[in-house]
């Protein structure tokens, strides 16, 4: 028997206006564990299909039921190519990708040199300080700043807040020595750190989980959907992440100068009752594994194709 899906933050009532309902999904999630995964980057998928279109497409890869059908046995079958598989997606579908270190990176300009905020690591709140601290020169050193980090930021049993602040500084200090002065790593400052610190420990729900890259990776599929101009119904393959405190917050923060917010709702989904969820899981595996960046970018939708065709697929549908 299954437990009742967890999470999601539906749509109170009827949703009015330009509305696409997207079917979405990730691979490679791998919670607060960023550094330390085999899967060094995660991917975000959204598909604009129906039930029937996302069944048949699955049927139509030899497999008998569309239960459970991952990426990496659609990759193994032999006469299934996945190119088949993304052209029958061309204009219907794109991927998102968050490399789990760069969002590392991101997340201390975000947390500790910024106010934090849901808007943070995404499209709408650029700041060139994290392009700045990306082109750092890698190295154990940066590597153990990075980790320093992470164990800094951790909201599940972190330890005392003195000695994770403490090795923080000391590694960020070992990072810069030798080195010229580095305008994003000295403007660091211990008071500040450790008042956001204990915020986190406090469990201050105004700042984003600072180690969770699926709530940026969601917000850049809606705001890619909605193209500034309609607002985004999400089916979601169920995640512990997504909750309704998190999505309303995400929802303030993507809303536009007249309040209205492109993220019109998330509704959780099992993938083994929804075949456009599971569309959404295999693309999402396809693009985080063995297939080449550019066979799975010469069949999404870019920005420009946004809306290319909707009137067609509303007749189909």
């Known amino acids: 028997m299954r437990s009742p899906l967890q999470g999601g933050l539906p749509p109170t009532g009827a949703v009015a206006g330009d509305v696409v309902e997207i079917a979405c999904d990730e691979s490679g999630f791998s919670g607060t564990n960023l550094l330390r995964s085999g899967a060094p980057v ?19 890869l030899g497999r008998a039921s569309p239960h459970e059908f991952k990426s990496g046995q659609l990759l193994r079958r032999p006469g299934v190519a996945p190119a088949r598989f993304l052209a029958a997606l061309t204009g219907r ?167 209205v917010s492109p993220l019109a709702g998330l509704v959780m989904a099992d993938s083994r009752d929804d075949p456009r969820v599971q569309v959404a899981d295999l693309l999402a595996g396809l693009a985080r594994r063995s297939v080449p960046d550019a066979l799975v970018e010469a069949q999404l939708m870019t920005p420009e194709t946004v809306g290319q065709g909707e009137q067609s697929d509303a007749d189909q549908r």
Request: hydrophobic share 45%; net charge negative.
């Open 93 to 259: 579908a794109h991927v998102h990708r968050i490399d789990k270190e760069r969002f590392l990176t991101g997340r201390i300009v975000d947390l500790l040199l910024a106010e934090p905020s849901y808007a943070a690591g995404t499209s709408l709140a650029p700041d060139p300080r994290i392009e700045a601290l990306a082109r750092h020169p890698t190295g154990p050193a940066w590597d153990a700043f990075l980790a320093a980090f992470a164990e800094l930021a951790r909201t599940k049993r972190p330890g005392p807040i003195g000695p994770r602040v403490d090795n923080f500084f000391h590694q960020r200090d070992l990072l810069v020595r030798g080195t010229p002065a580095d305008p994003v790593l000295d403007a660091l400052d211990p008071i500040h750190v450790r008042a956001v610190v204990t915020r986190l420990d406090a469990e201050d729900r105004s700042i984003p989980p600072p180690l969770e890259p699926l709530l940026p990776a969601l917000a850049e599929t809606v705001l890619f959907w909605a193209g500034g101009r309609r607002r985004v119904l999400v089916v979601h393959d169920e995640q512990s992440a997504l909750t309704a405190d998190r999505l309303t917050r995400l929802q303030r923060a993507l809303a536009g100068p007249d309040g």
């Open 42 to 60: 995660i991917t975000h998928a959204g598909v604009d299909l129906t039930r029937d279109e996302a069944a048949d497409l699955i049927a139509g």
